[in-house]
């Protein structure tokens, strides 16, 4: 049973929020995708949260675009940790979706990620350290994932003019 739900608040969003999945995939943590809207389809969002830690799910990472209720919605409905992507929108950059998210009232946490695709990844990487906290393998993996990426960032150092 995968620990890790990705939800997203439609088809449209699944470019940027791909990157989340394939940051978990990266990590070796099984995970489940889908589309789950808070304005069209709200009733799915609430048995979904709802039954979110009975169905053996440990995190939640929610993206949205424009009025942005999905994450906090969810995070309303459970007491799993839940993880807000904003997505870029077409009219306010994403803008919209990061204050929709990001400034929820006090008593109700969403751990907001940055706008887009930087944002989902991290959004995967960060629920892969969360549940690192109880599984020393995981902590390994994000250890060697880390490692690769600061070799790389030493092994190029070419800075060339044009
Ligand atoms: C939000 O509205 C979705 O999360 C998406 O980012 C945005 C636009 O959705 P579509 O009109 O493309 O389905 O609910």
């Given at each position: 049973m995968p620990k890790v739900?990705?939800?997203m608040g439609s088809q449209s969003?699944?470019?940027?929020?791909?990157?989340?999945?394939?940051?978990l995939k990266e990590l070796g943590v099984d995970f489940t995708a889908r589309v789950v809207s808070a304005h069209r389809t709200p009733d799915l969002l609430c048995e979904f949260a709802n039954s979110a830690a009975e169905q053996g799910f440990e995190v939640i990472i929610a993206g949205a675009g424009g009025a942005a209720h999905l994450p906090g919605m969810i995070a309303a409905?459970?007491?799993?940790?839940?993880?807000?992507?904003?997505?870029?929108?077409k009219?306010?950059?994403?803008?919209?979706?990061?204050?929709?998210?990001?400034?929820?009232?006090?008593?109700?946490?969403?751990?907001?990620?940055?706008?887009?695709?930087a944002g989902a990844a991290n959004a995967g990487l960060l629920a892969?350290?969360?549940?690192?906290?109880?599984d020393k393998a995981?902590?390994?993996?994000?250890?060697?994932?880390?490692?690769?990426?600061?070799d790389m960032v030493l092994a190029n150092q070419t800075l060339e003019l044009p």
């Open positions: 739900a990705i939800v969003d699944w470019p940027t929020m791909q990157q989340a999945a394939l940051m409905h459970t007491h799993l940790p839940v993880l807000g992507v904003p997505v870029k929108s009219a306010l950059s994403g803008v919209d979706s990061l204050y929709s998210i990001v400034q929820m009232p006090k008593g109700v946490a969403v751990g907001t990620l940055a706008i887009g695709e892969a350290q969360i549940l690192a906290v109880s995981l902590t390994e993996r994000i250890k060697a994932f880390r490692k690769a990426q600061t």
